[in-house]
């Protein structure tokens, strides 16, 4: 982070977190193995965290951390259900039921209990945390100081947790942080806006969130590094396992100066219903989401429309009228969003009161400044040929006294010049005349 540029609120100037618990942050390593060594199936939870010499409070939630590392190899990211019974049971109690192949759990037919508990029996959380440990990357849920609240308001579907791959604290950079989305195959102009947009995010101390994919998201993510400014990719895979391939070094260099966050455990691919899932989550992680370009079906608008569920901000940059690519940007700012061209109207938004964007005006010409009642003269003489003052005050609504009083002011300003009893106007008043209609 540039020691010239505001810093995001609990970010050192060197894009680290700040605090005592540094880089690692979340939940330490992993629980030794009971009976067994070689399947899951004997560990026990809440004993395991117990015998490596924890008080009973922090063996519980180190129990339940574990669990939801479990969970997350069987069930994909955003079920409400199993968000249910974890919000009910809690997490140990649910993997339990799912370990011993217990009796169904409420909201499900038996023959997706039976899926699920099949997919229950190889996993593995404590190769999770080893191999996440491995690769740099910490695991973090409710319950954890850095877990970014607002990601609460997901209610059931929000993620059992998250793995974070960088330094900096994700519930810090959270309370700063806005959403830059759109189309994957975008033009030059959705390009150069994403970008435009993320680099001014970044120099007024805004966190970029982005999803790491090829268009707009990428533009959006090289603004914010180009600014020195701070950038978060939401993938939905492994964050161990940077997707497209393409993004590869984006995606470390992201690591290197923001973070990499995502739902799937290490190792885990994307799938098109993962995409779609894990917008929820950069909806809520941000304080608004702009939509820069998007079709009609574009994966963009899921974003922003779970943004306006959540009663976040949604902005829109607006495109070409004949734009396909624009087209679902617009029906966006048809439904309520707001329509925004630069990041001090994004600031305006989602920032404090009083962060307001410059007022938008044309160019101030010298008539601009003359007086009502010199500009109504002005505006009483012909565009050729002279007028006498009788006639100028007659189309100027005034006296005779006051449009002579008013043509000698305009020629002291060169507007007019004497013909003999008429007055005409000079060449410089054409010409600002002509501007002002330009203008209009």
Not at 108 to 121: E, I, M, N, P, T
Not at 172 to 184: D, I, K, N
Not at 206 to 233: F, K, N, P
Not at 384 to 407: E, F, K, N, S, Y
Request: hydrophobic share 40%.
């Amino acid at each position: 982070m540039s020691a010239t540029r505001p810093a995001p609120e609990g970010m050192g100037r060197d894009g680290r977190r700040e605090g005592p618990e540094g880089a690692g942050g979340g939940r330490p390593g992993r629980p030794e193995r009971s009976g067994d060594p070689h399947g899951p199936a004997s560990w026990d939870l809440p004993e395991c965290a117990e015998r490596a010499g924890e008080d009973v409070g922090r063996a519980e939630g180190e129990a339940e951390a574990v669990a939801r590392v479990f969970l997350g190899r069987v069930v994909e990211p955003g079920d409400a259900t199993v968000g249910r019974w974890v919000r009910e049971l809690g997490a140990v109690a649910v993997v339990r039921r799912l370990r011993d192949g217990g009796p169904r759990l409420a909201g499900v037919s038996d023959r997706r209990w039976s899926g699920l508990c099949a997919r229950a029996a190889p996993a593995d959380p404590e190769r999770d945390l080893v191999t996440a440990r491995e690769a740099g990357v910490r695991f973090v849920c409710p319950g954890d100081p850095e877990w970014p609240r607002q990601l609460d308001d997901l209610g059931d579907a929000r993620p059992l947790g998250l793995w974070l791959r960088g330094g900096p604290s994700l519930r810090l950079w959270a309370l700063r942080s806005v959403a830059v989305v759109g189309a994957r195959a975008c033009t030059e102009y959705g390009a150069h806006m994403a970008a435009e947009l993320a680099a001014g995010l970044a120099d007024r101390g805004w966190v970029v969130v982005s999803g790491g994919a090829y268009g707009v998201d990428g533009a959006a993510h090289r603004g914010a590094l180009g600014s020195a400014g701070a950038t978060v990719a939401v993938l939905a895979c492994g964050v161990d396992r940077p997707y497209p391939r393409g993004h590869a070094a984006l995606i470390d260099r992201i690591a290197e100066q923001g973070l990499v966050v995502g739902e799937l455990p290490p190792g885990d691919h994307p799938t098109p219903s993962r995409f779609i899932v894990r917008n929820r989550v950069i909806a809520a992680l941000t304080r608004g989401t702009v939509v820069v370009e998007a079709a009609y079906r574009s994966g963009s608008l899921v974003t922003a429309r779970a943004a306006q569920r959540l009663g976040r901000h949604t902005m829109g940059v607006p495109g070409p009228a004949t734009s396909a690519r624009s087209a679902g940007v617009h029906a966006l700012l048809r439904d309520g969003a707001t329509l925004v061209t630069d990041a001090s109207e994004v600031v305006e938004l989602v920032g404090d009161m009083g962060e307001l964007a410059p007022e938008r005006h044309g160019p101030v010409l010298p008539r601009d400044l003359l007086e009502p009642d010199a500009r109504q003269v002005l505006a009483a003489l012909p565009a050729r040929g002279a007028a006498t003052a009788p006639a100028v005050a007659r189309d100027a609504r005034t006296t005779v006294d006051d449009a002579i009083a008013r043509l000698y002011e305009l020629r002291s300003l060169g507007y007019v010049e004497r013909h003999g009893e008429g007055w005409k106007l000079t060449r410089q008043a054409v010409i600002s005349a002509r501007a002002g209609r330009d203008g209009c």
